[in-house]
């Protein structure tokens, strides 16, 4: 599920920096001297598509955590001496 979660992870932090990169270059064009008007929309189609894809990205976050091996350990050894998270 993990190994799952990275890839899908990847191609998604992938696709965030090709909308950073088209929104990057939308405002060269505008510098350029190309009619804002015309790539108005456009950018806040890509504004609104970055902001849904880092949203996603910080649910996946949350979903899964990432913990090691020395995180669960210690855990568990909690656990054992009676320690309750929820207490």
């Known amino acids: 599920m993990i190994i ?16 950073e990169k088209r929104l990057e270059n939308l405002t060269l064009a505008i510098e350029a001297g190309i009619d804002a008007a015309t790539i108005k929309s456009r950018i806040l189609t890509l504004e609104s598509e970055k902001a849904d894809v880092e949203k996603g990205i ?3 976050l949350i979903k899964e955590p990432e913990l090691d091996k020395d995180q669960i350990v210690f855990f568990l050894e909690q656990l054992r001496k009676g320690y309750s998270p929820l207490a």
């Open 4 to 19: 799952c979660f990275i890839a899908t992870y990847r191609e998604v932090d992938t696709h965030l920096k090709d909308i």
């Open 58 to 60: 910080a649910k996946e």
